[in-house]
């Protein structure tokens, strides 16, 4: 059997039994625990770890710039496109899938496969194009946020500007970004894994191998399904899967002559699953409007929120384990861009349907 469909099959495994542990992390203080053990300790870990054991050059700064290019790309193109799908625009539902959609969490979703399927030298370089996407999650994403507040509540007062600095302190003490740094830093001084004491380099290393298997429990287990929402959500997801294969395509296609190992980080780090900051965000802003007067108008709608975040996780897993199971195949950038059409073209079939059933009811309505 393919090595791949076997590490995939793993994958799968590991899921499955952490969807049957669902009953032992009932609690949100449990999963949030496990989650906290992930983004803390096991995900600094093996970034940390494959920094130093990879080639870091000037040539890939431009990660940071492609990613935060992507999230700009995608949050402007869905302000005119979430409408069609019949998303009315101004609405809570517009705002919450608008600041959600554009945003990625590739640490519990990218990056556990990058590191089992590709090495170290991809995860190095996909944490590299991470600090653009931590830039547009925990700043402009909250900035469009209170934005929006200010707009919806003209007479509340408030300072934002404190709320910035907080978030700029949080970004900056988030340990992952520490750990890049401080990776960075050692780099410049020519340290390596391997110039590190042995029982220091025994000790990250043994905690870098914990990540893979916690994040596929953790998705097993966290994974909620609202039937009434998931068709919509769902119909979206494909929406912006769609567009991120189609814009990875046309990249690989103007860039002629990357390895293979800089296609499948173009393909799958902009399918990450949605960010959990920009939801910590309408958190926020839910707690200002009970302050207000006109705390009946809502900004977001944190339910639909917490069922995008649910859905987009197993979701954004499948397509990175179906990318990794057929690698070769989505090296084309001809067939990354037919696929992207092809996935826009089925998420608008119902709401082009809708669209077509009430041009023609109109007029008789209004001829009765």
Not at 220 to 243: E, P, T
Request: aromatic residues 12%; glycine residues 6%.
């Amino acid at each position: 059997m393919n090595p791949a469909i076997q590490k995939t099959l793993a994958f799968l495994l590991l899921l499955l039994i952490g969807f049957f542990l669902r009953a032992k992390f009932q609690s949100q203080e449990q999963q949030k625990g496990l989650k906290t053990i992930i983004l803390t300790i096991a995900l600094p870990a093996i970034i940390f770890v494959a920094l130093l054991k990879a080639e870091i050059s000037q040539e890939l700064l431009w990660l940071p710039v492609l990613a935060l290019g992507f999230n700009f790309i995608l949050f402007f193109a869905l302000q005119h496109i979430l409408p069609w799908y019949g998303i009315e625009k101004g609405s809570p539902n517009y705002r919450t899938y608008l600041l959600l959609f554009p945003s990625l969490a590739p640490g519990l979703s990218c990056f556990p496969f990058l590191i089992e399927y590709l090495g170290d030298e991809a995860l190095a370089w996909g944490a590299l194009a991470d600090i653009g996407n931590k830039f547009f999650v925990l700043i402009f994403a909250y900035m469009v946020a209170i934005h929006w507040f200010f707009k919806i509540h003209p007479t509340l007062e408030g300072n934002s500007r404190g709320k910035i600095k907080s978030l700029l302190v949080s970004l900056i003490n988030e340990p992952i970004n520490l750990v890049i740094v401080f990776a960075l830093t050692l780099l410049a001084f020519g340290i390596r894994m391997e110039n590190l004491p042995p029982f220091l380099s025994s000790t990250i290393s043994s905690l870098s191998n914990l990540m893979t298997p916690l994040v596929l429990l953790y998705i097993g287990i966290a994974v909620v399904f609202n039937w009434a929402q998931l068709k919509k959500i769902v119909n979206l997801l494909l929406l912006r899967s769609g567009l991120t294969f189609m814009l990875s395509g046309l990249l690989i296609l103007l860039v002629p002559g990357l390895s293979y190992i800089a296609i499948l980080l173009i393909v799958v780090f902009p399918q990450s699953a949605i960010s959990f900051w920009p939801y910590a965000h309408m958190s926020a802003i839910q707690s200002m409007e009970r302050l207000s007067s006109q705390g009946n108008k809502k900004t977001f709608d944190l339910e639909l929120g917490v069922n995008i975040l649910a859905l987009s996780l197993p979701f954004a897993t499948g397509v990175m384990l179906s990318v990794f199971s057929f690698g070769e195949t989505f090296t084309s950038p001809n067939l990354l861009i037919s696929l992207g059409i092809a996935l826009v073209s089925i998420s608008a079939i119902k709401p082009t349907y809708t669209k077509i059933s009430e041009s023609f009811l109109k007029p008789v309505f209004k001829k009765d």
